[in-house]
């Protein structure tokens, strides 16, 4: 079994595929489990059961049992959206779709004995795993800050509570307070998403504290769709916000948890509200099972195989897979691939060549949507954008509006392809 | 000024869109049919009307006053359309008014994926043009169909291929992200259903880039001849 630890390769993988299938043979249905209800986890989960018809055993494990999604979290914060419109549950899985759905956390993998462990205390047996754990956050990457920090300054970067009480904090703010974002290193999560909530907090504060400002502390020299943000930014919310990128000090920042203050560069600022946006690695399960190379799960590009073990795959945030974003639409994206080769690997169903893609869109104002993605193929080293578009600056008020529209479809598809 | 065309009073009172006690006594200035002409260029791409009208992407629309809604024999509505006209709901200058105005509001899962026409007047001219071909469909006018203008020339062997529908339900997965299952349309327009002919065509002018959609542009570019064909057969295929 030492074979397959560590030196598994995308090439060796489509000549080892015929393996599980035979192995799965002996003992009834070949077992899939997915560990991760999010966009990555549900969507494979749900194409396996789907596509296989019942000659899959499809476990999901997840711990909560309302997914609440990171995308459109935002336009929550900036009142476009309600709460409750966020929340997904898992019940068309179970009931539609026959997967086993249980709610729990993994703790481990023994991908000797092919085992999960969960909190529980039970262990699942698989043939094939498939982890989407989505991220966990780099200790120590933002000096004052650690997860116990997480309610006098909040993250909200994983869906759930957080964005909640970040949205209750922004609307506490006295008038003329500041909020204040220390903005993550790449790679992380959603690049736009940042500048979005800058937006949607801007936009909440022009309407109901026209006198309070924004703080962006940033360790990065550029952002994604940079110029779109800040025309936006000039455009509707002049003066409100402030960037302060690495030239003057954004990559040099610590916080006071206890006393508000972020401190950029030695200088102390007060601040009412403070948005701690740490360094990011794969969900932690990836590193328990050995499976991380660095911050990240390395994986083939025409698979999401793990590069250490072909009887893992590893999809959306968690993965290194070379040019794609980590986003919803991308682990999504990845999931049907993955699935793809999963049936065919376990049923002898057919294998269609890997295609993947990416558009994310951001709310800038009401009704000034604007939108960035790609396609991708899978090359030997990596995943590779083959084509790309972004919205242009200047694009006119009709076409910001239909942008807009467009990504309120786009939640409703993606949400109905994660969930049934 | 535009040209008026008067609405008989005999249509109002049939249409039931004035009270009988009016109706009688004034005939009303309505919509201009010739400036209907221009604005149906709009609805044009899926829907045929005229001497010869078939169903398309969307059915023919000569006598569409009167009818029933989702009930036109031969086509395959939404099951919302079908499920409105089965509740009672006919089509006449109120209800389409109200439906060519935001159709999702009047019905909510249409796979029609048109965002609306809030100009009144211009709401009028299109009424008053459909209108010419319901009157009296017997008699439709012998000038050629205002149908489809062709959006790209292809050759007949590329609109033959016959596509691979399982090949294309693995490509349509990556459709399936954002255009709904369910053929509904919200900001993103329904595709399930197509004839194959208009969805291959659509497709090609995509990858020609004579429609004007980023992504669905960078989706095309991609996707050769027999793809093509393989998602039109896929799509086709859903309920
Ligand atoms: C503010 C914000 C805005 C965003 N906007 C967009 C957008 O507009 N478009 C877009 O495409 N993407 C957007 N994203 C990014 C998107 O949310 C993520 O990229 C996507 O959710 C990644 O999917 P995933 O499956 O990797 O992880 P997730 O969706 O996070 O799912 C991981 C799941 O695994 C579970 N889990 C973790 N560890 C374990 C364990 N040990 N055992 C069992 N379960 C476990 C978690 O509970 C979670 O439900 C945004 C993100 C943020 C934060």
Not at chain 1, 150 to 162: D, I, L, R
Request: with cysteine.
């Amino acid at each position: 079994m030492a074979l397959n630890r560590r030196v598994f390769m995308g090439t060796a993988g489509a000549a080892m595929l015929a393996a599980p299938m035979l192995r799965a043979a002996g003992h009834g249905k070949p077992k899939v489990l997915v560990i991760g209800g999010g966009a990555g986890g549900a969507t494979c989960a749900r194409y396996l059961a789907k596509d296989s018809d019942g000659a899959l055993d499809v476990t999901l494990v997840e711990p909560t049992r309302t997914y609440y999604t990171c995308f459109f979290s935002n336009l929550y914060l900036g009142g476009f959206r309600e709460y409750e419109s966020l929340g997904h549950s898992y019940g068309k899985l179970a009931s539609e779709y026959g997967i086993n759905v249980i709610h729990d956390w993994a703790t481990g993998v023994d991908r000797d004995a092919k085992t999960v462990t969960l909190a529980g205390g039970s262990t699942l047996s698989y043939d094939v795993l498939v982890l989407s754990p989505g991220i966990d956050f780099v200790e120590g990457s933002v000096p004052g800050w650690d997860i116990t920090a997480q309610n006098a300054m909040p993250h909200a970067y994983k869906g759930g509570s957080q964005t909640q009480l970040l949205k209750a904090q922004i609307e506490a703010m006295p008038e003329g307070g500041v909020f204040a974002m220390v903005a993550p290193p790449n790679p992380y999560r959603c690049p736009p998403g940042p500048y979005e909530r800058i937006s949607m907090v801007a936009h909440h504060l022009k309407t109901n504290n026209p006198t309070a400002k924004i703080l962006v502390v940033d360790p990065k020299e550029k952002f994604s769709k940079q110029g779109l943000f800040e025309e936006g930014w000039q455009a509707h919310y002049a003066g409100m916000v402030t960037r302060i990128g690495p030239d003057f000090g954004g990559e040099n920042v610590e916080v006071r948890p206890d006393a508000m203050e972020v401190v950029i560069d030695g200088e102390v600022n007060k601040v009412d509200v403070c948005n701690v946006i740490p360094a990011q690695k794969a969900g932690l399960i990836c590193a328990a099972a050995g499976l991380t190379d660095g911050n990240w799960a390395p994986v083939a590009p025409d698979t999401m195989q793990s590069r250490m073990d072909e009887n893992v795959y590893i999809l959306g945030d968690a993965s290194a897979q070379g040019d794609m974003p980590k986003s919803g639409f991308s682990a999504n994206s990845q999931a049907k691939v993955a699935a793809n080769a999963i049936r065919g690997a376990l049923t002898g169903s057919r294998v269609f060549p890997a295609r993947y893609s990416n558009t994310c869109w951001s709310l800038i104002a009401p009704e000034d949507g604007v939108k960035v993605g790609a396609s991708y193929e899978p090359t030997p080293e990596k995943i590779a954008s083959v084509s790309s578009f972004i919205s242009q600056t200047g694009e006119d008020a009709a076409l910001r509006k239909t942008t807009y529209e467009e990504s309120l479809g786009w939640y409703a598809g993606i949400t109905a392809d994660m969930f049934g | 000024m535009r040209p008026a065309v008067l609405l008989a009073p005999v249509l109002a009172v049939s249409l039931g869109l004035i009270g009988p006690g009016r109706a009688a006594a004034e005939a009303v200035a309505f919509g201009d049919a010739e400036a209907g002409a221009e604005v149906f260029l709009w609805c044009s791409g899926c829907h045929e009307i005229g001497p010869d009208a078939q169903d398309s992407v969307g059915p023919h629309l000569n006598g569409l006053f009167g009818r029933r809604a989702g009930a036109h024999e031969g086509y395959d509505y939404s099951e919302s359309l079908a499920r409105m006209g089965a509740d009672g709901l006919v089509w006449d200058l109120e209800t389409l008014d109200a439906y060519i105005e935001v159709p999702q509001s009047l019905v909510s899962g249409t796979r029609m994926s048109f965002p609306g026409i809030e100009d009144q007047q211009e709401r009028n001219d299109l009424l008053a043009f459909l209108r010419r071909y319901s009157d009296s469909p017997a008699n439709i006018p012998e000038a050629p169909p205002t149908a489809l203008h062709v959006e790209v020339a292809l050759p007949e062997e590329v609109l033959a291929l016959v596509g691979d529908p399982e090949y294309g339900e693995y490509l349509a997965s990556e459709c399936l992200t954002c255009h709904q299952k369910d053929g509904s349309a919200q900001g993103i327009p329904s595709i399930t259903k197509w004839p194959e002919r208009n969805f291959v065509v659509a497709m090609h002018a995509y990858r020609q880039q004579l429609r004007p959609h980023p992504v669905m542009q960078m989706v095309a570019a991609r996707l050769s001849d027999e793809e093509i064909a393989a998602l039109a057969a896929y799509f086709k295929t859903l309920d």
